[in-house]
């Protein structure tokens, strides 16, 4: 089964919103979470991650909650502008493992 | 600085023929090394990861098979392509040492198989 899930394969927002996108693992043993970035026809690149020992971490206009007993994570966007549009990914694994497992992707567009 | 290269960009092959994909990474000595692959509207999945030269575990049986011949170089083959091989193969590598650090990207090869 996907270990790793993310429940909406597509979202729209307008320009200057906040949006929340969310990724469910099953493995709770994981205790490394991260959100990639990919644009069309590019590789994916490395958006904000978190250790287990926190549960939320910010980066500018994004931030990163981890709820471990819900086996959730989940990527806020604020002031959301144009060039955030782009596949969203979320990953997780476990740390000394060479694993890192990928949901299937979030399409995210913002129209201005 | 660190540079990962992925060959070829592109490939359309015939099925039943032979594939190999190749990766080196410049300027990193000992990374982990990763191969990645993504059917079309589908979910990228890791296929191997090699910790060191000459040790790589497969991670989802494909008919493939991935070697580490160097430190810096990560080759993915087949002998006999599947119509289910089609996708894009990513290459990536992170730092050894059992933490989990970013994964940095090649620009990957997009695999027609018809």
């Known amino acids: 089964g996907q270990q790793v899930k993310q429940s909406s394969p597509s979202l729209t927002v307008q320009e200057g919103g906040i949006l929340i996108l969310n990724c469910d693992y099953e493995n709770d043993m994981f205790d490394y979470f991260a959100w990639y970035k990919k644009y069309p026809d590019n590789s994916p690149t490395l958006l904000i991650s978190v250790r287990s020992n926190v549960d939320k971490r910010e980066d500018g206009r994004f931030t990163v909650f981890l709820n471990k007993s819900g086996k959730h994570f989940s990527l806020h966007i604020t002031a959301s502008q144009p060039e955030d549009t782009a596949v969203y990914l979320c990953a997780a694994g476990q740390g000394g493992s060479a694993k890192l497992i990928f949901g299937e992707g979030t399409k995210l567009t913002v129209s201005s | 600085a660190q540079t990962i290269h992925q060959w070829p960009v592109a490939e359309i092959k015939a099925v039943g023929s032979p594939l190999s994909l190749g990766c080196t990474i410049k300027?990193?000595?000992?990374?982990?090394l990763y191969w990645y692959w993504q059917a079309t509207g589908g979910t990228l999945q890791q296929l191997f990861y090699s910790i060191t030269v000459g040790q790589v575990e497969s991670v989802v049986q494909l008919n493939l098979s991935a070697s580490r011949p160097k430190d810096d170089q990560f080759i993915l083959s087949t002998e006999k392509l599947l119509l289910s091989h089609s996708g894009f193969y990513l290459c990536?590598?992170?730092?050894?040492?059992?933490?989990?650090?970013?994964?940095?990207f090649g620009a990957g090869t997009r695999l027609s198989v018809l």
């Open positions: 300027g990193k000595s000992s990374p982990n």
């Open positions: 990536a590598w992170r730092l050894g040492g059992g933490s989990q650090n970013t994964l940095y």
